[in-house]
């Protein structure tokens, strides 16, 4: 990252982390060649500021590549989250730490997503999701906010068993995520939900984007869930979203 007249500019894989290398960063410098990112070359390096990113995602990857669902609204008002919680894949806009502060750690893999987050008074730890550091019935309550979208399917059923083993008897796994169809011959390749998330009195407005490598649907989580133990209390399917709440007993 660069610094000129006090705007910070990032080169391409810096750019490419932004979208987790969903875009790589030899098509990152296609777009620059191509000018459908306005950038200049710094020390022979293409570099970008944020503006541009943000010009770039609305009128070129949203419009070229991305499957985008359009908007919906998850209103945490009314969900019961009690005792200590894991939130998977907890960085990034942190949601579930915005919503329960000190209650909650928060884990991700990727160091930048924790760092980036708001500060809610939550517990960061960078961990995968697939080998958790936690003693077996450590957590009252388990979350997974849109993070599974972003998890290759054949990596779910590990860490279902490991959320498992770490919940509490009598404790609950909550799932929020997006209904990912089959791409079929569709040559866009890029999933994208955006979403208005009510908190407490305040609206918080994000949006999720995947590469479009995947199905998911309600039956993708309660079957695998089942197969391990989990009771399933609570299915709702709304529009492109699904919420999910399963029991270890």
Known sequence: MKEIDKIQYLNVSEISEIFHQKITENEIEKYFEAGKINGIKIENEWHTNQEAIDYFVKNVILKERTYNVGLHTIDLSTIKLTGRILDIGGGGQAIIGQFKGEQVVAIDPN??????????????????????????????????????????????????????RVLKNGGDFVIWDAIMPVKGNDKRDIFYIELRVKIFDRIEETGYGVSWDKEINVDTFTNLAKNIGFETLERKVDKDTIFIRFRKN
């Open 111 to 164: 160091r930048n997503e924790l760092e980036e987050a708001p500060d809610s008074k939550e517990l960061k730890v960078i961990m995968d999701a697939k080998e958790l550091k936690f003693l077996d019935n450590t957590f009252n309550t388990v979350t997974a906010f849109f993070t599974f979208m972003y998890i290759p399917v054949e990596d779910h059923k590990i860490i279902f068993e490991e959320i498992h």
